[in-house]
């Protein structure tokens, strides 16, 4: 006990006790860092050495060059997720060791000074023990996102940034995103839009209102215009309704019967082979962004507009956590299973900088609500679209 105790008997750790323990917490600090430092650069040497042999075709060579982007980008993340944990680790050795000021650390430094911690007798061995678990749980949570951060890397060479069986099945389609306001096309369906783009897909957009909501519809038009352009999708692409049973409102379910009359003219007038929408959820909870899907679900699957053959995109839901917290929800698609159906597209650090720009197009909308959306959202990050069916239907016979 004379080791941990000093001499004038306060029950106060010792100097050379206080920096030995002190040491040992940032030591394994260190340790942490180095362990996932060594993770993240070996992922991405093996991501760039991945990427250089899917070069055989335009569309991996495309898809290639995103390899590079998201590499650089989960190098960034990774840093962030090693620098969390660090600091994480710091904060709990300080706890720890009585350290809540520089001055502390001024006073720890001196010759024959010491902090009036107080012993273990006096605290109580649980408080003390908990204080451990909490250091403890820090690395092992940094353990943990640098092998979801591993496993990520490895999906990161060529054409698996996507499933290539579905992905190479978009192919010469024609496709139809389908939104409910200006600004939905950056705010939830960005990185699957840029994607697409690059890889010049026929992709058109039909948004259902003009989002007059603060009766300012042909300016929020103009914006959406701006942000296809800077999101790589042509002018002809984009289409916008404006009709009086279609208002841009958050609690108005829109009229099925509008809206199946609406969306089924366009299936037709472009002979629309893949949706792309919200799911029954809409994401946000959205009241127009959820009344799209029961209506394209009925028009691909019977009705008179029905095509021969509509495959439907549904972009996934996901809790109010995971949707806050973008960089998690990279580490949770290495972790978590999915179904085998679920098409995902990850952003690039510079796609989802384009994204941002994008975005910005959108003057009328930008608030401090939308700011903090962009940078923490995983909509901006990734999609994950389930596929809800393929719908064939048989030529009535002559």
């Excluded at 362990?35 to 075709?57: E, H, M, P, V």
């Excluded at 994607?195 to 957009?205: D, G, N």
């Excluded at 472009?270 to 809409?282: I, L, P, S």
């Excluded at 197009?361 to 608030?367: A, D, G, T, V």
Aim: proline content about 3%; glycine content about 6%.
């Amino acid at each position: 006990m004379s080791d941990l105790v000093s001499s004038d008997g306060d029950k106060t750790l010792s100097e050379k006790s206080q920096k030995t323990l002190f040491a040992s917490q940032v030591l394994g600090g260190a340790v942490v860092i180095c362990l996932a430092g060594a993770a993240f650069s070996t992922g991405f040497i093996y991501s760039l050495a991945r990427s250089q042999k899917k070069l055989s075709t335009s569309v991996s060579k495309t898809v290639s060059i995103n390899a590079y982007a998201s590499a650089l980008k989960a190098l960034f993340l990774g840093s962030v997720a090693a620098v969390s944990a660090v600091g994480g680790t710091v904060f709990a050795t300080c706890k720890l060791v009585g350290i809540s000021s520089l001055e502390d650390l001024r006073t720890l430094n001196k010759k024959g000074s010491k902090l009036n911690i107080p012993h273990p007798s006096s605290v109580g061995r649980s408080e003390l023990e908990g204080q451990k678990l909490l250091t403890f749980l820090f690395v092992v949570f940094a353990l943990i996102v640098a092998m979801a951060m591993v496993n990520w890397f490895h999906q990161l060479d060529g054409a698996n940034l996507v499933n290539p069986n579905i992905v190479h099945k978009l192919f010469g389609k024609t496709i139809l995103f389908i939104i409910a306001h200006p600004d939905d096309e950056c705010m939830f369906f960005g990185p699957t839009l840029i994607t697409l783009a690059k890889l010049q897909c026929r992709v058109h957009i039909l948004c259902l209102s003009s989002g007059n909501y603060r009766n300012n519809g042909s300016i929020r038009k103009e914006e959406l215009r701006e942000a296809c352009r800077t999101l790589g999708l042509r002018d002809d692409c984009l289409y916008v309704v404006e009709h009086p049973d279609l208002p841009d409102h958050p609690s108005k379910f829109w009229d099925q019967a509008r809206l199946r009359s609406i969306v089924g003219h366009f299936l037709e007038q472009f002979d629309v082979e893949v949706v792309f929408t919200f799911d029954d959820h809409g994401v946000s909870g959205h009241l127009n962004h959820a009344s799209i899907f029961p209506c394209v679900l009925y028009l691909a699957s019977t009705g008179e507009h029905r095509r021969p053959q509509v495959r439907l995109f549904a972009l996934r839901s996901v809790g109010l956590l995971r949707k806050y917290t973008g960089f998690l929800e990279l580490a949770l698609r290495c972790v978590l299973n999915y179904s085998l159906d679920e098409l995902i597209f990850i952003n690039s650090v510079n796609e989802w900088f384009t994204l941002q720009r994008a975005m910005n197009k959108h003057h009328s909308q930008l608030c401090v609500f939308r700011v903090f959306y962009l940078i923490f959202s995983s909509y901006t990050l990734v999609n994950g679209w389930n596929s809800i069916r393929t719908i064939r239907v048989a030529h009535p016979e002559n």
